[in-house]
Protein backbone atom coordinates (compact mmCIF):
# COMPACT_ATOMS: atom_id res chain seq x y z
CA UNK A 1 0.00 0.00 0.00
CA UNK A 2 0.89 3.80 -0.56
CA UNK A 3 0.20 5.22 2.96
CA UNK A 4 0.19 2.35 4.96
CA UNK A 5 2.91 -0.08 3.35
CA UNK A 6 1.45 -2.96 3.95
CA UNK A 7 1.53 -6.24 1.11
CA UNK A 8 -1.88 -6.83 0.29
CA UNK A 9 -2.69 -10.08 -0.22
CA UNK A 10 -5.34 -10.60 -3.29
CA UNK A 11 -7.14 -13.92 -2.61
CA UNK A 12 -6.90 -16.40 -5.75
CA UNK A 13 -10.93 -16.45 -6.19
CA UNK A 14 -10.83 -12.78 -6.88
CA UNK A 15 -8.83 -13.60 -10.26
CA UNK A 16 -11.65 -16.11 -11.13
CA UNK A 17 -14.15 -13.33 -13.05
CA UNK A 18 -11.76 -11.63 -14.99
CA UNK A 19 -9.54 -8.81 -14.83
CA UNK A 20 -9.13 -5.63 -16.75
CA UNK A 21 -5.63 -4.25 -16.37
CA UNK A 22 -5.51 -0.61 -17.45
CA UNK A 23 -3.01 2.15 -17.70
CA UNK A 24 -1.10 4.60 -20.25
CA UNK A 25 2.19 4.00 -21.88
CA UNK A 26 4.99 3.32 -19.56
CA UNK A 27 3.30 3.24 -16.55
CA UNK A 28 4.17 -0.26 -15.71
CA UNK A 29 1.31 -2.04 -16.67
CA UNK A 30 3.24 -4.73 -19.05
CA UNK A 31 5.66 -5.51 -15.88
CA UNK A 32 2.94 -5.65 -13.28
CA UNK A 33 0.81 -8.07 -15.72
CA UNK A 34 3.61 -10.51 -15.85
CA UNK A 35 4.42 -10.33 -12.01
CA UNK A 36 0.84 -11.34 -11.34
CA UNK A 37 1.19 -14.23 -13.90
CA UNK A 38 4.48 -15.44 -12.42
CA UNK A 39 3.37 -15.25 -8.90
CA UNK A 40 0.48 -17.86 -10.40
CA UNK A 41 3.07 -20.01 -11.56
CA UNK A 42 5.08 -20.04 -8.55
CA UNK A 43 2.59 -20.38 -6.05
CA UNK A 44 -0.57 -21.85 -7.99
CA UNK A 45 0.90 -24.29 -10.09
CA UNK A 46 -2.07 -26.07 -10.87
CA UNK A 47 -3.63 -22.66 -12.59
CA UNK A 48 -2.97 -23.04 -16.26
CA UNK A 49 -2.08 -19.43 -17.99
CA UNK A 50 -2.09 -18.68 -21.67
CA UNK A 51 -0.43 -15.41 -22.90
CA UNK A 52 -1.71 -14.48 -26.43
CA UNK A 53 0.82 -11.68 -27.18
CA UNK A 54 -0.82 -9.50 -29.76
CA UNK A 55 1.54 -6.22 -29.96
CA UNK A 56 5.39 -6.10 -29.30
CA UNK A 57 7.57 -8.28 -29.74
CA UNK A 58 10.06 -9.73 -27.17
CA UNK A 59 7.22 -9.55 -24.35
CA UNK A 60 8.12 -13.16 -23.32
CA UNK A 61 10.61 -11.80 -21.22
CA UNK A 62 8.04 -10.45 -18.58
CA UNK A 63 6.69 -14.24 -17.75
CA UNK A 64 8.30 -17.52 -16.53
CA UNK A 65 6.69 -19.72 -19.09
CA UNK A 66 7.23 -23.60 -19.64
CA UNK A 67 6.54 -23.04 -23.32
CA UNK A 68 6.69 -20.04 -26.26
CA UNK A 69 5.06 -20.70 -29.42
CA UNK A 70 5.20 -18.53 -32.81
CA UNK A 71 2.96 -18.08 -35.17
CA UNK A 72 4.22 -20.84 -37.84
CA UNK A 73 5.57 -22.91 -35.07
CA UNK A 74 4.97 -26.71 -36.34
CA UNK A 75 3.80 -26.90 -32.19
CA UNK A 76 0.87 -24.36 -32.85
CA UNK A 77 -1.90 -25.99 -34.15
CA UNK A 78 -5.34 -26.05 -33.28
CA UNK A 79 -8.16 -27.63 -35.57
CA UNK A 80 -11.01 -24.85 -36.66
CA UNK A 81 -13.35 -26.76 -35.52
CA UNK A 82 -13.93 -29.26 -32.37
CA UNK A 83 -17.02 -31.29 -31.99
CA UNK A 84 -18.33 -30.39 -28.21
CA UNK A 85 -20.70 -32.65 -25.95
CA UNK A 86 -23.52 -31.31 -28.32
CA UNK A 87 -22.71 -30.94 -32.07
CA UNK A 88 -25.64 -28.77 -33.56
CA UNK A 89 -24.34 -26.40 -31.23
CA UNK A 90 -20.26 -26.58 -31.62
CA UNK A 91 -21.46 -26.23 -35.72
CA UNK A 92 -23.24 -23.34 -34.66
CA UNK A 93 -20.73 -21.59 -32.81
CA UNK A 94 -18.02 -22.34 -34.80
CA UNK A 95 -20.27 -20.58 -37.72
CA UNK A 96 -20.50 -17.83 -35.92
CA UNK A 97 -16.93 -17.04 -34.99
CA UNK A 98 -16.09 -17.99 -38.48
CA UNK A 99 -17.93 -15.63 -40.24
CA UNK A 100 -17.95 -12.78 -37.26
CA UNK A 101 -13.70 -13.29 -37.40
CA UNK A 102 -14.15 -12.57 -41.13
CA UNK A 103 -16.84 -9.65 -41.51
CA UNK A 104 -19.59 -11.44 -43.00
CA UNK A 105 -22.91 -9.91 -42.38
CA UNK A 106 -26.01 -11.68 -41.12
CA UNK A 107 -27.85 -14.24 -42.25
CA UNK A 108 -24.27 -15.53 -43.48
CA UNK A 109 -23.67 -17.41 -40.56
CA UNK A 110 -26.85 -19.36 -40.26
CA UNK A 111 -25.69 -20.16 -44.18
CA UNK A 112 -22.87 -21.26 -43.05
CA UNK A 113 -24.27 -23.69 -40.36
CA UNK A 114 -26.52 -25.21 -43.31
CA UNK A 115 -23.45 -25.76 -45.77
CA UNK A 116 -21.45 -27.07 -42.58
CA UNK A 117 -24.35 -29.86 -42.18
CA UNK A 118 -24.55 -30.32 -45.55
CA UNK A 119 -20.83 -31.77 -45.72
CA UNK A 120 -21.29 -33.54 -42.81
CA UNK A 121 -24.27 -35.46 -43.98
CA UNK A 122 -22.72 -36.10 -47.82
CA UNK A 123 -18.99 -36.90 -46.51
CA UNK A 124 -19.46 -37.69 -42.88
CA UNK A 125 -16.71 -35.03 -41.72
CA UNK A 126 -16.10 -31.41 -42.33
CA UNK A 127 -13.46 -30.34 -44.97
CA UNK A 128 -10.04 -30.84 -43.67
CA UNK A 129 -9.68 -27.15 -44.84
CA UNK A 130 -11.30 -23.81 -44.48
CA UNK A 131 -10.89 -23.11 -48.09
CA UNK A 132 -13.01 -26.15 -49.18
CA UNK A 133 -15.60 -24.72 -46.29
CA UNK A 134 -15.91 -21.63 -47.57
CA UNK A 135 -15.88 -22.64 -51.22
CA UNK A 136 -18.90 -24.45 -50.30
CA UNK A 137 -20.50 -21.40 -48.83
CA UNK A 138 -19.44 -19.40 -52.29
CA UNK A 139 -21.24 -22.22 -54.02
CA UNK A 140 -24.47 -22.34 -52.26
CA UNK A 141 -24.80 -18.30 -52.74
CA UNK A 142 -24.22 -19.08 -56.30
CA UNK A 143 -26.70 -21.95 -56.44
CA UNK A 144 -29.67 -19.73 -53.91
CA UNK A 145 -28.95 -16.13 -54.69
CA UNK A 146 -30.25 -13.42 -52.27
CA UNK A 147 -31.48 -10.36 -53.38
CA UNK A 148 -28.93 -7.89 -55.99
CA UNK A 149 -27.48 -5.80 -52.97
CA UNK A 150 -26.32 -8.65 -50.60
CA UNK A 151 -25.57 -11.05 -53.28
CA UNK A 152 -23.19 -8.22 -54.86
CA UNK A 153 -21.96 -7.46 -51.30
CA UNK A 154 -21.20 -11.64 -50.40
CA UNK A 155 -19.88 -13.03 -53.43
CA UNK A 156 -17.27 -9.91 -54.08
CA UNK A 157 -16.19 -11.15 -49.82
CA UNK A 158 -16.24 -14.33 -50.54
CA UNK A 159 -14.15 -14.25 -54.31
CA UNK A 160 -11.54 -11.54 -52.86
CA UNK A 161 -11.29 -10.96 -49.27
CA UNK A 162 -11.67 -14.72 -48.10
CA UNK A 163 -8.57 -15.78 -50.80
CA UNK A 164 -6.91 -13.22 -49.54
CA UNK A 165 -6.96 -14.18 -46.20
CA UNK A 166 -6.52 -18.28 -46.88
CA UNK A 167 -3.92 -17.57 -49.02
CA UNK A 168 -1.56 -17.54 -46.21
CA UNK A 169 -0.13 -21.13 -46.07
CA UNK A 170 1.20 -20.48 -42.76
CA UNK A 171 -2.85 -20.08 -41.52
CA UNK A 172 -4.26 -23.19 -43.51
CA UNK A 173 -2.00 -25.31 -41.99
CA UNK A 174 -2.35 -23.90 -38.55
CA UNK A 175 -6.09 -23.92 -38.58
CA UNK A 176 -5.88 -27.72 -40.34
CA UNK A 177 -8.17 -30.19 -38.97
CA UNK A 178 -5.95 -32.72 -37.74
CA UNK A 179 -6.63 -37.04 -38.25
CA UNK A 180 -9.33 -37.46 -35.23
CA UNK A 181 -9.50 -33.82 -34.96
CA UNK A 182 -7.06 -34.30 -31.86
CA UNK A 183 -6.16 -31.70 -29.21
CA UNK A 184 -3.01 -30.32 -29.17
CA UNK A 185 -0.31 -30.76 -26.86
CA UNK A 186 0.04 -26.88 -25.82
CA UNK A 187 -3.63 -27.45 -24.70
CA UNK A 188 -3.35 -30.60 -22.69
CA UNK A 189 -0.20 -28.77 -20.87
CA UNK A 190 -2.42 -25.79 -20.46
CA UNK A 191 -5.47 -27.31 -19.13
CA UNK A 192 -2.56 -29.51 -16.81
CA UNK A 193 -1.48 -26.11 -15.26
CA UNK A 194 1.65 -24.83 -17.15
CA UNK A 195 2.24 -21.73 -18.67
CA UNK A 196 2.00 -21.63 -22.50
CA UNK A 197 3.26 -17.78 -24.36
CA UNK A 198 1.36 -17.73 -27.42
CA UNK A 199 3.14 -14.82 -30.12
CA UNK A 200 0.78 -13.42 -32.89
CA UNK A 201 2.36 -9.91 -32.46
CA UNK A 202 3.35 -10.66 -36.70
CA UNK A 203 0.45 -11.29 -38.03
CA UNK A 204 -1.78 -8.84 -39.07
CA UNK A 205 -5.65 -7.42 -37.96
CA UNK A 206 -7.49 -9.93 -39.61
CA UNK A 207 -5.35 -12.96 -38.76
CA UNK A 208 -5.31 -11.92 -35.12
CA UNK A 209 -8.80 -12.07 -35.05
CA UNK A 210 -9.79 -15.47 -36.92
CA UNK A 211 -6.95 -17.23 -34.38
CA UNK A 212 -7.52 -15.84 -30.97
CA UNK A 213 -11.62 -17.00 -31.84
CA UNK A 214 -10.86 -19.87 -33.05
CA UNK A 215 -8.64 -20.20 -29.61
CA UNK A 216 -11.94 -18.99 -27.37
CA UNK A 217 -14.25 -21.16 -29.32
CA UNK A 218 -11.54 -24.36 -28.88
CA UNK A 219 -11.38 -23.45 -25.12
CA UNK A 220 -14.82 -22.89 -24.40
CA UNK A 221 -16.45 -26.50 -26.69
CA UNK A 222 -13.29 -28.34 -24.29
CA UNK A 223 -13.99 -26.96 -21.06
CA UNK A 224 -16.59 -28.14 -18.91
CA UNK A 225 -18.57 -26.48 -16.24
CA UNK A 226 -17.19 -26.78 -12.45
CA UNK A 227 -17.97 -25.37 -9.92
CA UNK A 228 -18.86 -21.20 -9.83
CA UNK A 229 -16.06 -19.47 -8.80
CA UNK A 230 -13.33 -21.93 -8.50
CA UNK A 231 -10.30 -20.69 -11.40
CA UNK A 232 -8.77 -22.97 -12.98
CA UNK A 233 -6.78 -22.04 -16.22
CA UNK A 234 -6.68 -17.89 -17.75
CA UNK A 235 -6.09 -16.35 -20.84
CA UNK A 236 -3.94 -13.19 -21.05
CA UNK A 237 -5.07 -10.89 -23.68
CA UNK A 238 -2.11 -8.25 -23.92
CA UNK A 239 -2.75 -5.20 -25.81
CA UNK A 240 -6.37 -6.24 -26.35
CA UNK A 241 -7.42 -3.45 -28.72
CA UNK A 242 -6.08 -5.83 -31.50
CA UNK A 243 -9.01 -7.91 -31.49
CA UNK A 244 -11.42 -6.26 -28.88
CA UNK A 245 -11.53 -2.53 -30.85
CA UNK A 246 -15.24 -1.24 -30.37
CA UNK A 247 -16.50 0.64 -33.56
CA UNK A 248 -15.91 3.78 -33.99
CA UNK A 249 -18.43 4.56 -36.15
CA UNK A 250 -21.29 1.90 -37.66
CA UNK A 251 -21.43 0.95 -41.09
CA UNK A 252 -22.77 -2.04 -42.37
CA UNK A 253 -21.70 -2.18 -45.52
CA UNK A 254 -18.30 -1.73 -44.14
CA UNK A 255 -16.34 -5.78 -43.35
CA UNK A 256 -14.37 -4.19 -40.73
CA UNK A 257 -17.74 -2.99 -38.96
CA UNK A 258 -19.32 -6.41 -39.38
CA UNK A 259 -16.48 -7.68 -37.80
CA UNK A 260 -16.09 -6.23 -35.08
CA UNK A 261 -19.80 -5.70 -34.18
CA UNK A 262 -20.15 -9.42 -34.38
CA UNK A 263 -16.96 -10.17 -32.29
CA UNK A 264 -17.87 -8.17 -29.55
CA UNK A 265 -20.99 -10.06 -29.20
CA UNK A 266 -19.07 -13.38 -29.10
CA UNK A 267 -16.87 -12.22 -26.55
CA UNK A 268 -19.28 -10.54 -24.09
CA UNK A 269 -21.00 -13.99 -24.50
CA UNK A 270 -17.85 -15.60 -24.14
CA UNK A 271 -16.52 -14.07 -20.78
CA UNK A 272 -19.61 -14.43 -18.65
CA UNK A 273 -19.77 -18.67 -19.44
CA UNK A 274 -16.23 -18.70 -18.68
CA UNK A 275 -16.83 -18.03 -15.26
CA UNK A 276 -18.99 -20.96 -15.06
CA UNK A 277 -15.80 -23.00 -16.51
CA UNK A 278 -13.05 -21.70 -14.12
CA UNK A 279 -11.86 -19.84 -16.88
CA UNK A 280 -10.39 -16.30 -16.76
CA UNK A 281 -9.41 -13.15 -19.03
CA UNK A 282 -6.95 -11.07 -17.56
CA UNK A 283 -7.38 -8.14 -20.36
CA UNK A 284 -4.46 -5.66 -20.62
CA UNK A 285 -4.68 -2.29 -22.78
CA UNK A 286 -3.28 1.74 -22.67
CA UNK A 287 -6.82 3.01 -23.87
CA UNK A 288 -9.66 1.24 -22.21
CA UNK A 289 -12.44 3.63 -24.47
CA UNK A 290 -11.21 2.03 -27.69
CA UNK A 291 -12.52 -1.81 -26.25
CA UNK A 292 -15.43 -4.03 -26.39
CA UNK A 293 -17.35 -1.93 -23.28
CA UNK A 294 -17.77 -5.85 -22.06
CA UNK A 295 -13.90 -6.11 -22.08
CA UNK A 296 -14.26 -3.20 -19.07
CA UNK A 297 -17.03 -3.66 -17.15
CA UNK A 298 -17.58 -7.34 -16.91
CA UNK A 299 -13.77 -8.03 -15.71
CA UNK A 300 -14.78 -7.77 -11.52
CA UNK A 301 -10.85 -6.91 -10.22
CA UNK A 302 -9.94 -3.84 -11.91
CA UNK A 303 -6.31 -2.97 -11.47
CA UNK A 304 -5.72 0.41 -13.19
CA UNK A 305 -2.35 2.56 -13.49
CA UNK A 306 -2.33 5.89 -14.83
CA UNK A 307 -5.11 6.73 -16.96
CA UNK A 308 -6.64 9.48 -19.70
CA UNK A 309 -9.94 11.49 -18.58
CA UNK A 310 -11.42 9.34 -21.57
CA UNK A 311 -10.43 6.11 -19.99
CA UNK A 312 -10.93 6.68 -15.99
CA UNK A 313 -14.95 7.95 -16.98
CA UNK A 314 -15.63 4.47 -17.52
CA UNK A 315 -14.82 3.47 -13.95
CA UNK A 316 -16.10 6.08 -11.97
CA UNK A 317 -18.65 9.14 -11.92
CA UNK A 318 -16.38 10.78 -9.08
CA UNK A 319 -14.05 13.34 -10.53
CA UNK A 320 -11.54 13.63 -7.71
CA UNK A 321 -11.26 9.80 -8.17
CA UNK A 322 -11.19 10.48 -12.24
CA UNK A 323 -8.14 13.20 -11.41
CA UNK A 324 -6.73 11.05 -9.11
CA UNK A 325 -6.26 8.42 -12.12
CA UNK A 326 -5.04 11.52 -14.67
CA UNK A 327 -2.32 12.46 -12.03
CA UNK A 328 -1.07 9.22 -10.35
CA UNK A 329 2.31 8.48 -10.10
CA UNK A 330 3.97 5.78 -12.11
CA UNK A 331 4.20 2.51 -10.84
CA UNK A 332 1.11 3.31 -8.83
CA UNK A 333 -2.31 1.38 -9.54
CA UNK A 334 -5.59 1.53 -8.46
CA UNK A 335 -7.50 -1.36 -7.33
CA UNK A 336 -10.95 -1.96 -7.66
CA UNK A 337 -11.69 -5.09 -6.04
CA UNK A 338 -15.31 -5.86 -6.21
CA UNK A 339 -16.23 -3.14 -3.01
CA UNK A 340 -12.90 -2.48 -1.75
CA UNK A 341 -10.79 0.42 -3.30
CA UNK A 342 -6.68 1.11 -2.60
CA UNK A 343 -3.79 1.71 -3.56
CA UNK A 344 -0.39 0.22 -4.48
CA UNK A 345 2.86 0.52 -5.59
CA UNK A 346 3.91 -2.34 -8.05
CA UNK A 347 6.26 -4.16 -7.52
CA UNK A 348 8.77 -2.61 -9.86
CA UNK A 349 8.23 0.70 -8.36
CA UNK A 350 12.17 2.42 -7.14
CA UNK A 351 12.14 4.15 -3.94
CA UNK A 352 15.24 6.33 -4.93
CA UNK A 353 15.07 10.03 -5.84
CA UNK A 354 18.31 9.34 -9.03
CA UNK A 355 15.70 10.19 -11.87
CA UNK A 356 18.82 8.07 -14.19
CA UNK A 357 17.73 4.59 -11.64
CA UNK A 358 13.81 5.42 -12.68
CA UNK A 359 14.45 5.55 -16.39
CA UNK A 360 16.30 1.86 -16.38
CA UNK A 361 12.85 0.30 -14.94
CA UNK A 362 10.71 -0.61 -17.45
Not at 80 to 105: I, M, N, P, R
Not at 121 to 147: C, M
Not at 224 to 237: H, M, R, S, T, Y
Request: proline fraction near 4%.
Amino acid sequence: GVETKIIKCIPTSHFAHSVFIGGQTGQGKTHYLGHICNQFYKNAPDIGILILNLGKGEQEKFYLTDDVLEYGSPNLHLSYFYEGEHLDKSLQETATYLVGALGLSSPTDKIMYNVMNAFIKVNGRLPLSLKTLFNGLERYFIDHPYHKKFQTYILRALQVRIPSLLADPTLRRTLKLSPGNSIPKWFHDWKAGKTIFINLGICNIHIKRLLANAIFQMVKTLTPDVEAGKLQNIIVVDEAYNILEEIVTKNYWQDDAISRDQLELIFNNLIKEFRSKGLSFFIADNTAHRLFSCAVSLPTLKILFGLGHKDSSLFTNNLKTQEYLFVQKKYHALIWDNEEIYVIRSPNYTYSKQPEMRTMRR
